[in-house]
């Protein structure tokens, strides 16, 4: 690990100028490059105190053993420096977005003297109009079958087309119409073009004024009863008509532009494209990689359009790109449109939609970008031999004996200090055990003090497994307290445990040792008789340390337990003054990185619903033998609380289901509930008015 004071440049030596930088490690390679408006102060931000920086950019910095720099005239000069030198050097450190697959653009080779349509991947060339990217190669081939009845352009190889000059025979598409034969000479090369070129200013958008003269073509033949042309012009229109059906009109038909949408988390993005020309989506394309840079979404969508637009020039460039964030800094902003508008050779728009269509089409994009990203994980995550690895990485890392077929996560959620509660989840084999997980309300103690609350949840945890295992006598003075209740292939493993409707631990009893056996009448496990390899707490090395110290109390010496930090960068284990530090491709990392998003959205929802609950608490709840049904038969009979606690007891008992002690009993409930109303006689049902009195709580 380098110690960035070592290649600090010296104080003065940083110009005060817009420019690109570099960092190489000790064998020269680059491992990072950025951009700044102004050197200076960006270079120094990196050579504060470690401990101010954020966990990716202290890596950063560590591994690296000098920096260099390059000064530029303008901002827009910087981006374009910046985009070259990361398609260069293809620095560790920098976000780079490749595409998830390769998608298919349909190409016209107006470079050539017979332009022919088709079907290409890869890297642009030079002199090919492209459209799309399209989502798969059999909807371009539709597209395409439908308009050459009306653009009868050239789509063969090379050899095919050569060797119909050589017989002087066209193909089958030349005798079915679907070609207009330039290989035999039935159009000259000059006519052939023509076609191509109206082919392209269709598929560009330009549609409305080409079926309009259709149309008027039609018409004229028809007046001029020429009426097999009038049909075949009729049938040219529908079929083009048909062509445009297949992408959907979502903007004004002159609109050409491209939408970006962001999704992300800690470790990963996922970035979606939709390419609106002429009011319609004629393609859709995507990206994920791993944020290993410290960057915000303004930032994610500048790399974006680095990778997006970077090669691109000319139309290929829309008018309008459409975006989820821009920089705070309105500089960044301007620069970043500058060179997307030097690269169109016009001016561009980059924006933010506020209203109207593009902001609800921006909305689509953006649950496309949620979904891509979902589904990504999804894949990722139910791959067996990825699993395989991940719990492999976790072992070797941790120094386990064997690796950890059961692991557990922990964690504390609470809003200020209120309704504190924990959450235990469940990873067997790497994948989630919804029928294990367990919450928790935190009892030894009032307030907010993750530590504490940490420690309390894990003892109670494990108090309960040996509890289980004393009760059935599976515990004995010569096993320990460590003894275990089976190994993985035990037959009462989880993999068999009983699915229940609901988490335990709701009625907050979660704590007391069960009255009955260690396993169910079926013979399926407890929840908490089965002990894991691993816990997981969230947090660093305070919880970790409480964590330990719980077991420690218990005698229990044969789990092991590490800490992650919020940042997911760093495992701590406890008695180590230094984290454990997992590559960032590492499998193990992202498996642990699962694990506490799981158990910090299955806290974070009991917590809100505990909040939600007390918010919603009613004077009615206390009311001996008044149940749901009869709370609302009151409150819909009344319409509402304030009405039914100025009702008399014999009101109250009209409503149906109600006998008059339960009406006495809600008529004190409510009396007590609310400082300042008159007292109930109870006896006779009256509602004293007060008179200036002393009034009854």
């Not at 309390?456 to 295992?469: H, N, Q, S, T």
């Not at 760093?570 to 694990?595: A, M, T």
Request: with cysteine.
């Amino acid at each position: 690990m380098a110690d960035p004071s070592s290649y600090r440049p010296k104080p003065g030596q940083i110009p005060d100028s817009p420019g690109v930088y570099r960092f190489r490690d000790d064998h020269r390679r680059v491992i990072y490059v950025g951009k700044a408006k102004s050197l200076r102060p960006r270079l120094s931000s990196y050579f504060q105190d470690l401990a101010n920086l954020h966990p990716r950019t202290r890596t950063m910095v560590t591994t690296a053993a000098s920096v260099e720099w390059t000064v530029v005239s303008t901002e827009v000069e910087a981006l374009q420096l910046e985009y070259s030198w990361i398609k260069e050097y293809d620095p560790r450190f920098n976000v780079k977005y490749r595409d998830d697959k390769s998608y298919p653009y349909l190409a016209v080779t107006l470079n050539e003297e017979f332009p022919r349509v088709q079907v290409m991947r890869g890297a642009k060339r030079k002199g090919v109009r492209y459209f799309g990217p399209y989502g798969h190669a059999w909807a371009i081939r539709e597209t395409v079958d439908l308009m050459l009845r009306v653009f009868p352009v050239r789509t063969c190889s090379a050899g095919v087309f050569k060797n119909a000059e050589r017989t002087g025979r066209p193909c089958l598409l030349g005798y079915i119409g679907k070609c207009s034969a330039p290989c035999v000479g039935r159009v000259t090369p000059d006519e052939h073009r023509q076609l191509a070129e109206e082919f392209c200013d269709f598929m560009a958008g330009r549609t409305g004024a080409y079926i309009r003269r259709l149309e008027q073509r039609m018409a004229d033949a028809a007046e001029d009863m020429e009426y097999e042309k009038a049909g075949r012009l009729r049938d040219d229109i529908g079929a083009l008509r048909r062509a445009m059906e297949k992408n959907a009109v979502v903007l004004a038909d002159a609109t050409d532009a491209d939408l970006i949408a962001v999704a992300e988390d800690e470790l990963e993005a996922a970035v979606q494209i939709f390419h609106v020309r002429g009011g319609r989506v004629r393609g859709q394309r995507g990206w994920v990689t791993d944020k290993v840079e410290e960057v915000d979404t303004a930032g994610l969508v500048e790399h974006a359009l680095q990778q997006l637009y970077g090669e691109e020039i000319g139309d290929s460039v829309p008018k309008e790109v459409l975006v989820p964030a821009l920089s705070e800094d309105q500089r960044e902003t301007d620069a970043l449109a500058q060179w997307l508008s030097e690269r169109r050779g016009s001016h561009v728009s980059l924006r933010i939609p506020q209203r109207g269509d593009k902001k609800d089409l921006m909305a689509t994009v953006g649950r496309n970008a949620q979904q891509s990203l979902a589904l990504h994980k999804t894949k990722r995550a139910s791959d067996l031999t990825t699993r395989s690895r991940a719990l492999e990485e976790i072992a070797q890392a941790l120094g386990l004996d064997s690796v950890p077929l059961r692991i557990e996560c922990f964690d504390i959620s609470h809003l200020q200090g209120d309704d504190v509660v924990a959450s235990m989840v469940v990873f067997e084999d790497g994948l989630a055990r919804k029928s294990e997980y367990r919450r928790f309300q935190i009892k030894g103690f009032e307030g907010q003090d993750d530590v504490r609350s940490m420690h309390e949840v894990i003892g109670r945890r494990f108090k309960r497994y040996l509890a289980e295992k004393e009760r059935t006598g599976e515990w004995t003075e010569e096993e320990g307290a460590d003894g275990r209740n089976g190994s993985p292939e035990d037959p009462a493993s989880p993999d068999r445990t009983a699915q229940h409707p609901t988490a335990p631990g709701e009625d907050g009893h979660d704590d007391h040792p069960l009255q009955t056996s260690l396993k169910e009448d079926d013979g399926r496990p407890k929840r908490f008789a089965y002990p894991p390899q691993l816990v997981v707490v969230d947090g660093g090395r305070p919880q970790v340390a409480a964590a330990k110290r719980a077991m420690d109390e218990l005698g229990i010496d044969d789990v092991a337990v590490c800490g992650l930090a919020k940042r997911l960068e760093e495992v701590w284990v406890p008695d180590e003054d230094d984290p454990v530090v997992l590559p960032r491709s590492s499998e193990g990392l992202y498996l642990l990185q699962r694990v506490r998003d799981e158990a910090h959205r299955f806290a974070i929802t009991y917590q809100r619903a505990k909040r939600a609950k007390r918010i919603r608490t009613s004077p009615l709840d206390d009311v001996p033998g008044l149940g749901e049904t009869r709370k609302q038969a009151l409150i819909k009979h009344f319409g509402s609380v304030k009405k039914l606690r100025q009702a008399t007891i014999e009101q109250i008992c009209e409503v149906p289901g109600l006998g008059r002690k339960t009406a006495e009993s809600v008529a004190v409930a409510l009396a007590r509930t609310a400082p300042a109303a008159p007292a109930v006689n109870t006896a006779t049902g009256e509602i004293m008015e007060d008179d200036g009195g002393s009034t009854h709580d």
